[in-house]
């Protein structure tokens, strides 16, 4: 069984800061691509930002500048930054593995459950 849990969300101001952190439990080899996700209110999830195992970033142009993306192979986490907040950053974050090795076999596509990010003042 693979779990991948996500943290750190929460209410914050415009203009503020939150870090997330997803953290992956199981018989894990190794992991791959990892992302995060977000889903606003009546909207479609949308990347917000990946990383390859090697470390190599990308990110979605509405958050470019403000979030950073990072990754502890060790840990089997992946962690978002995320600065210079405003309210169309509401949303639930997902975190999600592009594949997990696992003994045996691979899992594609994994996904936490979400954190939930409010911007408000």
């Known amino acids: 069984q693979v779990q991948l849990v996500e943290s750190g969300g929460g209410l914050v101001q415009p203009g503020g800061s939150l870090r997330l952190s997803c953290v992956a439990s199981g018989s894990i080899l190794t992991l791959y691509g990892m992302g995060w996700h977000r889903q606003a209110p009546g909207k479609e999830r949308e990347l917000v930002a990946g990383i390859t195992r090697g470390g190599d970033t990308n990110y979605a142009d509405s958050v470019k500048g403000r979030f950073t993306i990072s990754r502890d192979n060790a840990k089997k986490a992946v962690y978002l930054q995320m600065n210079s907040l405003t309210p169309e950053d509401t949303a639930v974050y997902y975190c999600?593995?592009?594949?997990?090795?696992?003994?045996?076999?691979?899992?594609?596509?994994?996904w936490g459950k979400g954190t939930l990010v409010t911007v408000s003042s």
């Open positions: 999600k593995a592009d594949r997990i090795q696992l003994l045996g076999r691979s899992v594609i596509d994994s």
